[in-house]
């Protein structure tokens, strides 16, 4: 493979813009999936397992929709005892990161002297996507899973897709009883999100539905969102790598791989570097790593099409354009002395991993933080995926009379004009004076 980079240039904005946008859903994509959400929503049962068949090839009955608690039982059985032991760190870590992040409920006395403040409530039932595909994505089960149940929710229903034969992994399904989750549907696709949004007579409709998908996924949440909530919408994976003299190319390129096998072939890949004589040591380490990769067709192809490498030797336009970009992983492979500065002006990333030894997997895997991120630049205006999503918050307040008499004159300023007499009138006759 041959490699070049950008340098710096007045169109280079507008150039990544294209590159790092997230692709709109084509007509097909929307239509397929409108047909799709219709057929479930009117026909429940019938229609999700002949959806099923038709796109995941599995042919069930409606008995079979909910795994039996033996199967996850015998599923929590095979695991190992590196495995089970993995899964209980990484389940540990995510638990502690988003224990701190409780919030509490407050309450204070404003200008009128009245009581106001929040209550914070669990969200009663939720769904959790967690794709299938060639792996099992045990850790898509703790990074959704463990922040319901951190938050409280009462009900927290599984879906996913079933292979051919249908079957789930045995991983998945024992992360899943380690997490005490008993109600797992071996339904995936646009499919399985219309039948936790609107039910079928196998599946209770959710309030919420939450997790990573394929363009199908994310337009079925699209399309169902207002009949139930939905985190947000994330698409293929994105890092982008900063690199300065201190960073080892060999991390590098390690870390630019890392993303790209990642499976859909949409991977974007960045890497930023203020030394232009670490190129050709990445390039090469590029080139010599994924000779050893199980993925090495598929991660070709994203490095072909899905790559971009800028040279930018003044660090404040390298802050600039990460803030542009707004990846999902920024990787900072920088002196320590230069993280202060990034991370206080790229003002963007879904998540910062700071530090030579701060590998995305980490981040993906087991250090805590929810891995489920913001793609194709919408962490402009949205975050990762974190406790506060799981909950309701409500205001409230409390007048006494004394309160409500000094709030009186405000209240009929603002009733007059808006031309709203009865809002007037509904405080007006609570203290006596309904003129």
């Known amino acids: 493979m041959k490699f070049s980079y950008l340098q710096d240039s007045e169109d280079l904005l507008l150039e990544l813009k294209g590159f790092a946008s997230a692709s709109v859903p084509g007509p097909e994509v929307i239509e397929t999936v409108s047909e799709i959400v219709k057929a479930v929503r009117d026909g429940g049962d019938g229609a999700l397992l002949e959806k099923t068949k038709l796109y995941d090839h599995a042919s069930l009955l409606p008995d079979q929709i909910l795994l039996k608690q033996e199967e996850l039982d015998v599923a929590e059985a095979k695991l190992t005892d590196a495995e089970r032991e993995s899964i209980k760190d990484a389940i540990r870590n995510v638990q502690l990161f988003h224990e701190k992040s409780i919030p509490s409920d407050w309450s204070a006395r404003n200008e009128h002297g009245a009581e106001v403040g929040e209550k914070h409530y669990p969200i009663k039932r939720v769904g959790i996507y967690v794709p299938g595909g060639n792996v099992p994505l045990v850790s898509t089960v703790i990074m959704t899973v463990t922040l319901a149940k951190v938050a409280g929710v009462s009900e927290i229903a599984v879906v996913t897709p079933p292979g051919q034969n249908g079957e789930v992994a045995f991983q998945l399904l024992g992360s899943l009883k380690m997490l005490g989750i008993s ?38 949440k699209r399309q169902s969102f207002g009949a139930v909530g939905i985190d947000l919408l994330p698409g293929p994976s994105e890092v982008m790598v900063i690199a300065d003299e201190t960073a080892n190319p060999a991390f590098v390129a390690a870390a630019l791989l890392a993303q790209a096998e990642h499976g859909s072939g949409k991977e974007k890949i960045y890497f930023l570097f203020t030394e232009e004589n670490i190129f050709p040591k990445v390039a090469q380490e590029l080139e010599d790593q994924v000779q050893t990769l199980s993925h090495k067709n598929a991660i070709e192809k994203v490095l072909e099409r899905g790559f971009r490498s800028i040279f930018l030797p003044e660090l404040r336009r390298v802050s600039e354009v990460a803030t542009f970009v707004a990846p999902e992983h920024l990787e900072l492979q920088v002196s320590e002395d230069k993280l202060p500065f990034l991370t206080k002006e790229i003002s963007t990333a879904g998540a910062f991993l700071m530090g030579h030894c701060t590998a995305t997997s980490l981040g993906d895997f087991a250090a805590g933080p929810s891995h489920v991120l913001p793609t194709g630049r919408s962490s402009r205006f949205s975050s990762g995926l974190k406790l506060n999503d799981f909950l309701r918050r409500t205001s409230f307040i409390r007048y006494d009379e004394v309160a409500a008499k000094k709030a009186l004159p405000v209240v009929t300023e603002f009733a007059l004009m808006e031309k709203l007499d009865a809002h007037g009138r509904a405080l007006s006759m609570r203290v006596g004076k309904n003129d």
């Open 183 to 220: 109600e797992v549907y071996r339904v995936g696709g646009a499919q399985a999100i219309a039948a936790l949004a609107y039910g079928t007579e196998s599946i209770p409709a959710v309030d919420k539905i939450y997790g990573p998908g394929n363009a199908y996924v994310n337009e079925a």
